[in-house]
């Protein structure tokens, strides 16, 4: 075992001194040795359940034979950080809980890890932790929280932030506002729609790193305790059998991800998470951009509308059958022959698994949309490409075209909304808020809802920033190369003609190259100064279109 490195022999016993101190036995020193990276904080209501959780998870793993250790990483919560300077902490954090998980794993010598992540940015942090150490790892996710009920109708997070915009519209009062932020986060758990947090869950589970059902189990059944009790016990089946990360996380496995993704319509930030998790396994020949997310988006179907792009909830996902009833609807277009946590492959897990609610998962001759829930579009506006949450696009608005109205922070753009600055058919361009120039790359949900709120019609948003995964609408984030790094968005002014093509992949500005270049050549670029860790982040983080990992 690993954990040999810090328990056997002679020249140890200062280490197992150590390790008596924090209660273990003769006995104890023969049993794997299991990490639990917690995500539990009393700030973010997906983990203020997680420090009831683990204790199911440690029963599973004492019950199995091995010694569970808890430690804890951070978490930082995308909707209370948004639309201010906390946001640009928001994706930086994935770094940071990598870092961590591997240096508890690597520092202590152990044999498994158990990963207890919730929100945004911790489930791939935790992932890409993992894969570095490449020990036996099994991922229990926090489970979602439950959607809450205003005026009769499911309401979650998002619906607080569109109230803001049609507040401000005049649609709706200051009271009503006050009933709805009241009822539509109920308790525990990640926002119930499909936004990052469940995306990365659903993903998660499609890789078989965790086991079925998890992502869709919500934070407070029952069934998660039991969830969470199984994982402990099945992480120390995996270190008996040294099943590995490298082994399950294979581009069969990837690939089934994005299928999922595109079959789900899920948020736009796996296209910077995705990749960055296929980084750390690139020595065994596993490859993820954005040209496999949209080769993937033209074959797979889009067969099921959960909020933000339909009225279906993730509990509507869970008793339709949850992802083993996704896989079991698209299982003739994904390799079922990869293996998973379970020791067995997908084919063996969803044997016997059927779709229990046809107008949920849709059967793929009769999907939501003919292809993927998101698209890649490339122009001279983004060269390297940019991403669009196509499945939650109302048709009327595939196709955009109109002058642009340009600012170079977030502030800027929703001060300009609130003050219905903004009109119909404008496209507001968003600089210098990508990996680099927010730095960060900020999530922008409050110019997006804002927009939806006030009904402001056939507007587009275009960001080499990002959005939530609650975003609805024509919102194109991503955009590489980003303004800090030359890119093309960089160049563009008031007034420009904008042409936004999402069926055609296409996302232009009636510029020539040359006009390009000579703008880029002249502009100001806006001062943002930073310190800390920002500072250190800006000069290290790399383009949108390779996962915006460190480098």
């Avoid at 995500?39 to 010694?67: D, R």
């Avoid at 039991?226 to 089946?237: D, K, L, P, Q, T």
């Avoid at 951009?289 to 993730?314: R, V």
């Avoid at 390009?516 to 000069?539: N, S, T």
Wanted: aromatic share 4%; proline share 5%; glycine share 10%.
């Amino acid at each position: 075992m690993k954990s040999d490195n810090i328990k056997k022999g002679i020249q140890r016993a200062p280490h197992r001194s150590l390790l008596r101190a924090c209660g273990l036995k003769d006995e104890d020193f023969k049993k794997p040795f299991i990490g639990i990276a917690n995500s539990f904080t009393e700030i973010v209501p997906g983990h203020i359940h997680l420090k009831n959780l683990v204790e199911f998870v440690k029963e599973g793993i004492i019950a199995a034979g091995g010694i569970p250790f808890e430690f804890n990483t951070m978490a930082v919560c995308d909707g209370i950080s948004m639309n201010h300077d906390g946001m640009k902490y928001s994706l930086p954090s994935r770094e940071i809980i990598a870092a961590t998980v591997e240096s508890m794993a690597k520092g202590h010598s152990l044999d498994g890890l158990v990963l207890i992540p919730s929100c945004d940015k911790v489930v791939p942090g935790m992932i890409m932790g993992a894969s570095r150490v490449n020990i036996p790892t099994i991922v229990v996710t926090g489970g979602p929280m439950e959607s809450g009920r205003y005026n009769g109708k499911n309401v979650d997070l998002i619906s607080v932030y569109e109230a803001v915009g049609e507040l401000s519209a005049g649609k709706i009062t200051e009271k009503e506002v006050d009933e709805l932020e009241r009822c539509a986060c109920p308790g525990a758990g990640s926002c119930s729609g499909l936004f990052t947090a469940n995306t990365m869950a659903c993903l998660c589970e499609t890789m078989g790193l965790s086991l079925p059902l998890c992502a869709t189990t919500h934070a407070l059944d029952k069934e998660n305790e039991e969830m969470a009790y199984n994982s402990g016990r099945r992480i120390v089946g995996m270190v008996k059998e040294d099943l590995k990360p490298s082994d399950i996380m294979t581009q069969e496995s990837f690939n089934n991800a994005i299928a999922v993704d595109m079959a789900l319509g899920g948020s736009s930030n796996t296209a910077l998470h995705l990749p960055a998790l296929a980084s750390e396994f690139s020595n065994y020949g596993v490859e993820v951009d954005l040209e496999l997310f949209d080769e993937i988006s033209k074959k797979i179907p889009h067969i099921a509308l959960i909020s933000p792009a339909g009225e279906d909830t993730m509990r509507d996902l869970h008793n339709a059958g949850g992802i083993p009833a996704v896989l079991k609807a698209i299982e003739s277009k994904i390799d079922t022959s990869v293996v998973t946590c379970t020791g067995k492959t997908i084919a063996e897990n969803i044997s016997d698994v059927e779709v229990l609610d046809s107008n949920v998962i849709h059967p793929i001759d009769n999907p939501v949309h003919a292809d993927g829930g998101i698209a890649i579009l490339k122009g001279n506006i983004a060269p390297n490409g940019s991403v669009v949450k196509k499945g939650a696009v109302a048709e009327d608005l595939m196709y955009l075209k109109g002058p642009a109205k340009v600012f170079t922070c977030e502030e800027d753009v929703t001060e300009a909304i609130f003050d219905h600055k903004i009109e119909e058919g404008d496209i507001i361009v968003i600089a210098y808020e990508g990996p680099k120039g927010g730095p960060g790359m900020r999530e922008m949900l409050n110019p997006t809802s804002a927009i939806v709120g006030m009904g402001i019609k056939n507007v587009g948003l275009i960001t080499d920033g990002r959005f939530s995964g609650g975003t609805r609408g024509p919102c194109i984030g991503h955009v590489s190369p980003e303004a800090m790094a030359d890119g093309p968005i960089a160049a563009i002014e008031d007034g420009d003609i904008i042409e936004i093509d999402i069926e055609n992949r296409s996302i232009n500005v009636e510029l020539t190259d040359e006009e390009i270049a000579e703008r880029l050549a002249k502009r100001e670029i806006p001062k943002k100064d930073v310190d800390g860790w920002l500072a250190l982040y800006r000069q290290l983080v790399s383009s949108a279109d390779k996962g915006a990992i460190l480098k």
